[in-house]
């Protein structure tokens, strides 16, 4: 059961990846451009899309077999991430996703504001978010260089909402990863699981206990509509 006292919101929160941009293409495309650079043989979008939930950490661990002690990770995330800012500033594929922009709009248009907390490196999520794709409504975009911590922590959200000026209990933050959730929740918010974003089919998303579930984004906004906004 939701709890009430959380409204009405005066804030809406977004993850980035699988939440607000499906970026799954671009991230394969540098994930296949690595395994080419170490004469590895490069992998359909089907096989490695069950490894995205936690973008390059778990392409890189499936793809070269390696665990969280293995001390090639680092140079090899090193590599991906030179790959990956390539694509971005050259032919970039990453789309909204369905109704995200119809939602976004709604939220401004209803003078709320919004904002993103993601763990993705500034260098990459700034120039995404300046894209022709996003309204340029948005507050505030936090990453881990401006808080020097990432997600499960609560810290991203509750410095979001420090920016935003909103209280953290009447802020909604959505996501698609447990760590999202797990964020919002520790600091204090609403919660909302994106279903549709990059979660395995092995994982169980009703474990973590978020406040709401949308299938798609039009989910979210038929809810703002009826809960947050139907009074106004």
């Known amino acids: ?47 490695l899309r069950p490894y995205l939930e936690a973008g390059s950490r778990s392409l890189i661990y499936h793809t070269f077999e390696l665990n969280e002690q293995d001390s090639q990770f680092d140079s090899l995330q090193y590599d991906f991430f030179k790959h990956y800012a390539h694509i971005i500033q050259t032919q970039p594929q990453a789309t909204l996703y369905p109704g995200i922009r119809n939602l976004l709009e709604a939220i401004t248009e209803h003078g709320m504001p919004w904002g993103v907390v993601t763990n993705k490196p500034e260098r990459f999520a700034k120039p995404m978010m300046q894209l022709d794709l996003f309204p340029q409504t948005y507050i505030t975009l936090i990453c881990p260089e401006n808080t020097h911590c990432v997600k499960p922590s609560p810290v991203p959200v509750l410095t979001a909402c420090q920016y935003m000026n909103c209280n953290p209990h009447n802020t909604l933050f959505v996501g698609d990863h447990q760590r999202d959730i797990t964020s919002g929740l520790k600091a204090g918010a609403m919660t ?41």
């Open 1 to 47: 059961m939701i709890d009430n006292s959380h409204l009405p919101l005066t804030a809406i929160l977004f993850d980035f990846d699988g939440t607000l941009l499906d970026t799954s293409i671009d991230l394969i495309t540098a994930c296949n451009a690595l395994l080419k650079q170490h004469t590895k043989q490069t992998q359909s979008y089907q096989a």
């Open 192 to 232: 909302c699981a994106a279903l549709y974003g990059h979660i395995p089919q092995t994982c169980n998303p009703q474990t973590w206990h978020a406040d709401l579930y949308i299938k798609t984004a039009n989910d979210l906004l038929h809810w703002l509509e009826k809960n947050q906004w139907a009074s106004k």
